[in-house]
């Protein structure tokens, strides 16, 4: 450690004294949002600085700030010491200011290197060097120690490896500080050991990281320090070791922990669906119940086949064997409309994509399924349209200005309701959820886990795909676990609260 | 602060810019009123021969077979679609029609048949469109292309007139004062309006321009849907070429030349975006009157025609660009 402390000292010009970066009453108002309310941060060289808050809290705006895609609207910004503006990226830049988002911003067409390279080529008499480029990159790949191929193209990796990338190549370009907003949200856990190992590098080579994650366990893993910012201000910065789980999240909410992992014990109805050793592209021999009230959880890592597995209950790929059981009764699903039609309902993990169409109202969302049952003749009847949309925004609470604005106006919580929203409103009975809290903030979660609740006392089942174990065992009435496209355990809830099992469940599913 | 109040205070300012948006978009639609209203004054003003009952029945009567077009413009752009073809399917029409009357059909089948042939035409675009994969601008560029050359080979480059009297005497006729051709826009829009704003099927047009993938998994039949909206499109395309027929008396392949661009422009102008899920009506309506009031009263001012083409294509910039400026306050 201490070794570690004296790299950073050497390579960062300034002595101890002056931090790397400062930020004295930061502020930042876009029209009448107050986004920035005089914030204060330091960030010494070296060091790994996390930052903690809700959605809104203003941590994307700070990042904006420190990149130059925003200017500030007051305050100061020193960079070891000297005053600086920050007024354009290119300026962030030029100070070895680096950040890797959340949602990737490259080229997918190119190759891995040529990503890498981006803006920088090797270039030999107005030529480019692809041979020199993808050796070069594949050097860089091996040294950080990620296990991407540099002459891939970028679309045939996995998000979490196109995240990686994006991170490889933040750190190639003399860069001394770099953020990192929600890096794993969609890394597997051998993903996020690399990406961890490199952060350890980086810190060792005197690199100052700012760390934003939701998940606080990476936060306490990782940093030495943390900030909580709560609504747009600054509430604290403590040593990560003087702090805990508990004390973070109530500056991040100002709201008691006991409230984050509701869960209420609902009795288990009839049977809904089940499985018998069905096998179909990407998984085998895999048999799961779900009763009314119940909340299955699959786990595994991605790839161990429990997405295939719920395409197949979905009708989106067609199984190869076995039998799907609805209410006691064989049925045949061969494509997504007879799932739907018999009362599954799909929330799926990408909103954006797949969800909702996000820039009509919240009333046509929730309506479009059902459609069909509010004409009268050839015309909607105008007054069904109304209160079928207005039934489910209250009951499962949505909260919108109207039924009529945007469904992009809405929080990612209220957003993913739309979707819940509108399968009950076509009676849906059995709902998969595909990793519905990734990227969202505790709040959030808590409303989630809340709309799990309000769902399953109406009788409803629930399949939830999580790669974030503690939500799975917090939420999931049974267990089961994934690996390489086999059901290889099933845990029942009782037991689930022990950690020794919680470890078990970890080397079930990596096969260690 | 509490977390209540906070979501209190966020929905407050929501429902503050929910209302301003519908305050601004009804402003949107008035200003496109006021403009034609304005443009209807000046000319009546600073021209001696613009409100005459004869030049307002010729602007109507202009007017009209943009606005068919736009209208069936509009459910293609409202998919984020576009449908390229229907100048070429107007004049690929005018032969078909006067094709069918040179050889002794009665009117009414000829119009059926010709409708029929745009409907064919419209399947044939949401074909190439949903099974083969192609993207709306090159299959529509491709059948604008081929149906102008189709046209020019069954005449051998020839026009043919058209001599029955009671079908060209149709464009120049009206009904209480009004011509017969605005009729048929009254004739259109009603039932269009019933079709995008009551009905499911509008419903699921704009679904799919927002999102075709969260529109099929909520059970909506997509490739259904497109066949609908490149068929209503090529249809009102293909009654556009009976109309002209009728009001030139003629069937020619290269008839409406660059039609397109107006019908495109003049949804455009009405408040239609592009990239789908933002369309109306009226907009339509209201975007081919005022273009066609450009021309008409630039005309009647002998502007040059060649400024006419200039100042249309200022004026798209120009209402797109603070249509753009409504929509990004969002």
Known sequence: MDQVQQDGKR????????????LKGLDKRFGATHALKSVDLIFEAGEIHAIVGENGAGKSTLIKLLTGVHVRSGGEVYWEGKPVALATPHEAIGYGINAVHQEVVLCPHLTVAANLFLGDEKVRLGLLQHREMVREAQKILDEIGFKIAAGAILSSLTIGQQQLVATARATTRGTRFLIFDEPTAYLTRQETAQLFALIGRLK???????????????VFQLTDRVSILRDGQWVSTQRTAETNEEKLITGMIARSIEQIHYKETIPFGAEILRTERLSGKGFEDVSVRVRAGEVIGLYGLVGAGRSEFVQSVFGRFPKTGGQIFWKGQPVEIRREKDAISIGIALVPESRRDQGLCLNLGVGLNINLPIYKRLTKGFVIDPRAEAAAADRQIRDVQIKTASRDAPASSLSGGNQQKIVVGKWLNHGAQLFIFDEPTVGVDVGTKVEIYKLFAT????????ILISSYLPEVYDLADTLHVFRRGRLIASHDSAHTKEKALHEAILTEALGV | MSVESKIEMSEAVQLAATKQRARIGTLLSLTLVALLALMWVVLAFSTTSFWTYNNISNLLRQGAMIAILALGETFVVITAGIDLSVGAVVGFSSVIIALL???????????????????????????????????????????LTALRGVGLLITNGATISITNDTFTGFSRGDFIGVPNLFWMVVVVAVPAYIFLHQSRFGRYLFAIGSNTEAARLSGVNTTRMLYLAYTLSALCAAFVGILLAARIGIGNATQAEGWELQAIASSVIGGTSLFG???????????????????????????????QRIITGVLIIVIVYFDGLRRKKR
């Open chain 2, 101 to 143: 009357l040179t050889n002794g059909f009665p009117i009414s089948v000829a119009i059926i048949i010709t409708l029929a042939m745009g409907l064919a035409i419209g399947l044939f675009h949401a074909f190439g469109i949903s099974r083969l994969g192609l993207p709306p601008f090159i299959m529509t560029l491709a059948t």
């Open chain 1, 455 to 462: 769902l399953l006392k109406n009788g409803a089942g629930i």
């Open chain 1, 204 to 218: 060792a080579k005197g690199v100052t990281i700012v760390y934003i994650s939701h998940r606080l366990e990476e």
């Open chain 1, 11 to 22: 390579s960062g010009a300034a002595d101890s004294v002056v931090p790397l970066l400062e």
């Open chain 2, 277 to 307: 899920a933002v369309g109306s009506v009226h907009g339509p309506l209201l975007g081919s009157f005022i273009l066609t009031t450009i021309n008409n009263g630039a005309n009647l001012l002998n502007v040059n025609a060649f400024w």
